[in-house]
């Protein structure tokens, strides 16, 4: 994955905006980026995308910018020359995307069939979009096709909200999901960018699915953490899990054979994507140990945040 599809990835959700007046692109822009979501893939399906492009490109550097509903080359040419960073396209045209790819942009087709994902991944291509996506069989087919395509990304994008995102974002290969709830005509149009932003909001909570893991408390050895998590098992008649750093009560406690992170302990918190949780929280002011880092086959499994926390430490885990 290069770094324009990691900082997709990581942002998650990819905002589809069809835009008729390109002076309300700016302000449109600044209320997705205050909302989590630095990204947007301004549709060739009006006559001010590329003006729309230009002025935000130029106005808010943050974002990451992309052009959508890209039919023809000269609608290609024009979107590389507004400064866009990705293209778009609705459906698998061969010429385009070879075009486009040539130019040295990155390209995401539109694929419904396993045939037309095979074919862009013969290109070189390591993500593409899946369209129309709850139409097409939704997050069911994805799983059924990442059997074959272990190493394909998908950005489903059609009948996507918020009540169905989280489905998409849990599974590990989405790049994002490309959705216009957040940016539906009447909000843009009656300039309406604080409702926007918190639309943004609360579809970045639910791609995260941040939720309590369990809390960690530390002991000075393994005799005190025994003793702790055999009178917590008595008290309340939960399951003992004994593990090699820690004994776990139930779910909800993990008992520290030793003084390990955190004055008291640390609080675990599970999250769909650890990688996305990352640049989100980041967004809100947090910063992380990055020794702390735990990789494996399937990405980052576990990261700590810098800080005391009322006595503890905090970690991500993958879900």
């Not at 000269?74 to 866009?84: K, S």
């Not at 069989?137 to 395509?149: H, M, Q, T, V």
């Not at 408390?217 to 998590?229: D, K």
Request: hydrophobic share 45%; with cysteine; net charge negative.
């Amino acid at each position: 994955m290069n770094d324009l599809l990691k900082k997709i990835h990581d942002i998650g959700i990819v905002p589809v905006i069809a835009i008729d007046d390109a002076e309300k692109a700016v302000p449109l822009a600044k209320a997705l980026v205050a909302g989590g979501l630095p990204a947007a893939e301004v549709t060739f399906r009006t006559a001010a995308a590329e003006d729309a492009i230009r002025a935000i490109v130029k106005e808010v550097p943050e974002m990451v910018v992309g052009a959508g509903t890209v039919l023809t080359k000269d609608q290609a040419d024009r979107a590389i020359d507004a400064g866009v960073q990705f293209i778009v396209s609705p459906g698998f045209n061969p010429d385009i995307t070879r075009y486009v790819i040539d130019k040295g942009m990155l390209m995401i087709p539109g694929t419904a069939t396993a045939g037309e994902m095979e074919q862009a991944m013969s290109m070189g291509l390591d993500a593409v979009k899946f369209f129309p996506a709850e139409q097409n069989g939704g997050i069911d087919k994805l799983k059924a096709l990442a059997g074959p395509y272990k190493t394909l990304m998908w950005m489903p994008t059609g009948g996507i909200n918020t009540d169905n995102l989280e489905k998409y974002m849990s599974f590990p290969q989405i790049l994002a999901c490309g959705g216009t709830w957040m940016v539906k005509k009447d909000l843009i149009e009656g300039e309406r960018w604080d409702e926007i932003t918190a639309i943004c909001k609360a579809a970045v909570k639910k791609m995260l699915g941040a939720e309590l893991k369990h809390i960690g408390i530390n002991t000075a050895n393994e005799e005190e953490a025994v003793s702790l998590a055999k009178t917590l098992c008595a008290l309340f008649d939960m399951e003992y899990r004994p593990i090699d750093i820690s004994v776990f009560v139930g779910r909800g406690f993990e008992i520290m054979k030793y003084m390990g992170e955190g004055r008291n302990g640390h609080i675990a918190i599970a999250v769909n994507d650890i990688d996305r949780a990352v640049f989100h929280l980041a967004h809100n002011g947090a910063t992380f140990d990055e020794s702390t880092r735990k990789i494996d086959e399937k990405g980052t499994k576990l990261i700590y945040l810098n800080g005391d926390f009322g006595g503890f430490a905090i970690h991500l885990a993958r879900k």
